[in-house]
């Protein structure tokens, strides 16, 4: 596998069920991010783990639980969603958040997952 | 309140000719725009950049403007080609914050048709 990866692709849920998303980057960079994608929305930046550490969460509902085990794979956890909640789930890593020097490290995005939440 | 906008949600030209994809932005703090494309089934790929020291930045047949007293860049694409067709999504970033945050626009589906 190279890039970036996630499982899975399509994701059909009940508003009571549990999930989680998966994924995994192959590119040995140290950030990782869950953005999400709704229907006629920009991408909306969730989460942001820097070296395994969440350095941003960008008023997410608690619904939603990320985990980052290492600096190769994060997780979005998923409970008790609502059907608005239904979208593209992109999830990118880059080398570091590069930033405050005047820097920018690219983005690398995995294809993402399709969530529908019935 | 979004900070980057893109106003045509789709184009379409013809191949061989220009395409142009508008983006504007309300944030003066942001000094590095991104272009991206993306493909159905797949996650954006990095497609160009401009500092905001430059006006203009050209790799091959792309090419981005930045206006900064406007706050509008564009990407021209010349000549258009079907393998074009894709969403394009402007991004924009504040590279002074430790963040390392991206904003994006909504995207403009382009479509190339021979």
């Known amino acids: 596998e190279t890039g970036v990866t996630q499982t899975p692709r399509h994701l059909v849920m009940g508003m009571t069920n549990k999930k989680s998303l998966k994924c995994e980057q192959h590119l040995g960079h140290n950030a990782m991010y869950w953005y999400k994608q709704s229907a006629k929305k920009p991408l909306e930046l969730m989460f942001v783990y820097n070296f395994k550490e969440q350095t941003e969460n960008n008023s997410v509902p608690s619904r939603f639980s990320p985990e980052c085990p290492n600096s190769s794979h994060l997780f979005l956890h998923l409970h008790t969603l609502q059907p608005e909640d239904s979208a593209l789930y992109l999830c990118?890593?880059?080398?570091?958040?590069?930033?405050?020097?005047?820097?920018?490290?690219?983005?690398?995005f995995g294809p993402g997952t399709r969530l529908t939440v019935l | 309140d979004q900070q980057v906008k893109q106003n045509s949600p789709s184009l379409s030209v013809q191949e061989g000719r220009i395409s142009i994809l508008n983006c504007d932005y309300t944030n003066s703090m942001f000094d590095y725009f991104l272009w991206y494309k993306k493909y159905p089934a797949e996650g954006p790929t990095f497609l160009i950049s401009i500092s905001s020291i430059k006006d203009k930045n050209e790799d091959g047949r792309f090419t981005v403007f930045l206006n900064k007293s406007a706050k509008h860049l564009s990407l021209h694409i010349v000549p258009s080609q079907p393998g074009d067709s894709a969403v394009y999504f402007c991004?924009?970033?504040?590279?002074?914050?430790?963040?390392?945050?991206?904003?994006f626009g909504r995207g403009t589906q382009l479509t190339v048709w021979p």
């Open positions: 990118a890593s880059s080398q570091d958040l590069g930033g405050g020097l005047g820097s920018y490290n690219e983005q690398f």
């Open positions: 991004a924009a970033i504040w590279r002074g914050s430790t963040l390392g945050r991206l904003y």
